[in-house]
């Protein structure tokens, strides 16, 4: 079983930056592929970025891609989420999962909230 803990969340004007970081917990953590989706109010959840276990396959959402940069840091068990040059439209509880297979996640942390004031 894998607890996964997010952090770094808040509120930051529009341009502004934040760094996610997700903690992972009772797993292999290297054996996990991982992602962010986030959900705003109202919203369905959506995919942000993904990264394969040893950080060789990535992907992005059109919407942050050359904005947002996932990458994890397997000695520590941890997964990040640099947001550069934010917008209103980025505002949601980001949320980090983890599985065996890239793009079937299994496990899920509890969010962190984002709100980008414009």
């Known amino acids: 079983q894998v607890q996964l803990v997010e952090s770094g969340g808040g509120l930051v004007q529009t341009g502004g930056s934040l760094r996610l970081s997700c903690a992972a917990s009772g797993g292999t953590f290297r054996n996990y592929a991982m992602a962010w989706f986030r959900q705003a109010p109202g919203k369905e959840r959506e995919f942000v970025a993904q990264i394969s276990g040893l950080s060789v396959t990535l992907l992005y959402a059109d919407s942050v891609k050359g904005r947002f940069t996932i990458s994890r840091d397997n000695a520590k068990n941890t997964l990040y989420l640099y947001m550069n040059r934010l917008k209103p439209e980025d505002t949601a509880v980001y949320s980090c999962?983890?599985?065996?297979?890239?793009?079937?996640?299994?496990?899920w942390g509890q969010g962190t909230q984002v709100t980008v004031s414009s």
């Open positions: 999962a983890a599985g065996s297979l890239i793009g079937r996640y299994t496990y």
